[in-house]
């Protein structure tokens, strides 16, 4: 038996080769794991990820064949992206294959038997069931019903499955660097809210008709109120859901506008205000005031990466805006 474990509070790695501390550990997370008795020599399993609430980012290989099945209460959608072998998977009684380049994506409202080839390994992103629907209604506008429920196929080989697998991609590399932008909780939530708008604005789903339909227009009065609401939180961690229930329009048009009115989206006009904000903080420190106390008061905690987006935003470093602020205090 070989095992090894590291745990922090975001950043997840374990190895077995033992089928049984295998089932164990994926039984924790709301899964079935079945290792055919000719297969269990052949257990390796290697997972590395990143748990953070209402996502996950993980790299997983089972190294033998297996099966794996969800339990009746799990609620998450699973995203997998064969980076070798194979999967196959029966959904709602249909049965396909995945190999790289393509991706299932599987509901939690439907019935489901992954069966992992021998020596495969895949890209999973795990999201909450609670969270994409309450993203799904944000962007509608309006309570759900019916259950959420996406076609099962993905294509990553072109279009915006390509991109999406070059982001999962992008931010496993990512978070298996030390100081990772992404173990920011402001930049984590805007990863995970990022993958499910792609999922819900561009995979086909129950309700992808009925964001098709939405026509509402919306005044220049409701983009004000987005704003406003925006502003009066820059120090609290907010995400597209609040900013829409602030303003009272559905999500989807409140993204779309907010571009044709203001050039940007929400998420990044909400950004630039807080860089703005620890400028203007910078430009009135007191001087048992920091860089770090001040970028932090507005949701920054990686200094490097702060500095060279400030640099880029405002053409000189923090610590020069501070340094004028010193001089009229001499």
């Known amino acids: 038996m070989e095992r090894r ?6 950043r997840q790695v374990f190895a077995t080769r033992d089928p049984e501390e295998a089932r164990a550990f994926v039984a924790l997370r709301g899964y079935v794991l079945d290792v055919p008795a000719r297969e269990a020599s052949g257990v390796d399993m290697q997972l590395d990820g990143v748990y953070s609430p209402g996502f996950c980012l993980l790299h997983l290989g089972y190294g033998a064949a297996a099966e794996v099945r969800t339990t ?5 959608y699973r995203l997998v992206a064969p980076s070798r072998g194979c999967l196959g998977a029966v959904l709602a009684g249909d049965e396909v294959a995945y190999q790289p380049g393509s991706a299932m994506l599987v509901s939690p409202t439907l019935d489901n038997v992954v069966r992992v080839a021998r020596d495969t390994a895949a890209l999973n992103i795990i999201l909450s069931g609670v969270e994409l629907r309450r993203q799904l209604g944000a962007l509608l506008g309006e309570p759900l019903k019916p259950p959420l429920e996406f076609a099962a196929r993905l294509g990553l080989r072109e279009g915006w499955g390509r991109s999406l697998a070059r982001f999962g991609r992008l931010a496993m590399a990512e978070l298996r660097r030390t100081q990772s932008i992404l173990a920011e909780p402001i930049i984590a939530r805007s990863f995970r809210e990022f993958v499910m708008a792609a999922l819900l604005l561009h995979q086909p789903h129950s309700y992808t008709e009925a964001l098709r339909r939405l026509e509402r227009p ?5 983009v004000k109120r987005a704003i406003d609401y925006i502003e009066a939180n820059l120090d609290t961690i907010i ?31 909400m950004r630039a205000a807080r860089y703005q904000k620890v400028r203007e903080g910078l430009s009135r420190a007191e001087p048992e005031e920091s860089i770090g106390d001040i970028a932090a008061r507005w949701g920054f905690s990686h200094m ?6 400030y640099r880029r935003r405002f053409g000189e470093n923090p610590s020069e805006t501070l340094r004028k602020r010193r001089s009229t205090l001499i």
């Open 5 to 10: 474990a590291a745990l922090s509070s975001q």
């Open 72 to 76: 009746r209460d799990f609620d998450d």
């Open 218 to 222: 919306i005044m220049p009065r409701d």
């Open 239 to 269: 995400g597209l859901p609040e900013i829409v229930a602030a303003c009272g329009v559905p999500g989807r048009t409140l993204i779309k506008h907010f571009q044709d009115f203001k050039g940007t989206s929400p998420m990044r006009y």
């Open 304 to 309: 490097g990466r702060f500095s060279v987006e």
